[in-house]
């Protein structure tokens, strides 16, 4: 069954530092987005990327956030200088015909910033 | 604007008791969509429903069956002779048509102990 990948499945980095975040969606899917989660908190929206731009963001997805889909499968988050309160599990999905149909999740990604 | 409250934070019952997870919803949209989400204690969103406003009928799968209301704004899910495997937190999700965003309750935590 077809699923969404995330690498690395846990990353420590230091404060300030820059870190990308690694997704292979499900191959067929038009719709990328990645969500975060403030450990026991909600899964909150950062941002969805369709036809290579984005299509919506939240508040939360600031200047110091960008995503890219550098070739024909990869999809990738980068916190350009990290703070600690961006510690949380993020969380990369896809869709295939966006709020129409549903999002699979990958894994996630356990970020800690020290 | 888009809201999904989950008043119950916690749950607790015995194996074979049935359980009802609340989930109401705030949208001006007419057109919107309806989600639930599992997440084990590994970490991962498993999607387990899609529902569109227009089509209120109640869905049965297995032991879960959900109950669909546009009166009163809910999207309620039960679980029919709960399991030890059940035990998660469940989120409630909503988006519209315009937007790719999916919008989460605060999820509730459910333990099943045997």
């Known amino acids: 069954e077809p699923e969404v990948t995330q690498t690395p499945s846990h990353q420590v980095t230091q404060m300030g530092q820059e870190v990308i975040l690694r997704c292979v969606p499900i191959s067929n899917h038009l719709y990328f987005y990645w969500y975060r989660q403030i450990l026991g908190q909600k899964v909150e929206f950062l941002v969805s990327f369709y036809n290579n731009e984005i299509s919506e963001k939240s508040e939360i997805f600031d200047d110091q956030f960008s995503v890219e889909r550098p070739d024909g499968s990869n999809f990738t988050l980068k916190i350009r200088s990290t703070k600690l309160e961006d510690s949380a599990m993020y969380f990369c999905a896809s869709s295939g015909q966006g709020a129409r149909t549903e999002a699979f999740f990958g894994q996630g990604t356990r970020l800690t910033v020290v | 604007a888009q809201k999904v409250t989950q008043a119950q934070t916690e749950i607790s019952v015995v194996e074979k008791e049935d359980v009802t997870l609340d989930c109401v919803y705030e949208?001006?949209?007419?057109?919107?969509?309806l989600f639930w989400y599992k997440q084990p204690p590994s970490g991962e969103l498993v999607f387990l429903i899609r529902r569109n406003s227009f089509d209120e009928q109640n869905e049965i799968s297995g032991r879960y069956s959900w109950n669909f209301q546009k009166s009163t704004s809910s999207f309620n899910f039960t679980i029919t002779a709960s399991q030890v495997v059940d035990s998660a937190v469940y989120f409630c999700?909503?988006?519209?048509?315009?937007?790719?965003?999916?919008?989460f309750g605060k999820g509730t935590t459910l333990s099943v102990s045997s």
């Open positions: 949208t001006r949209d007419t057109t919107y969509y």
């Open positions: 999700a909503l988006s519209d048509q315009a937007g790719t965003a999916l919008i």
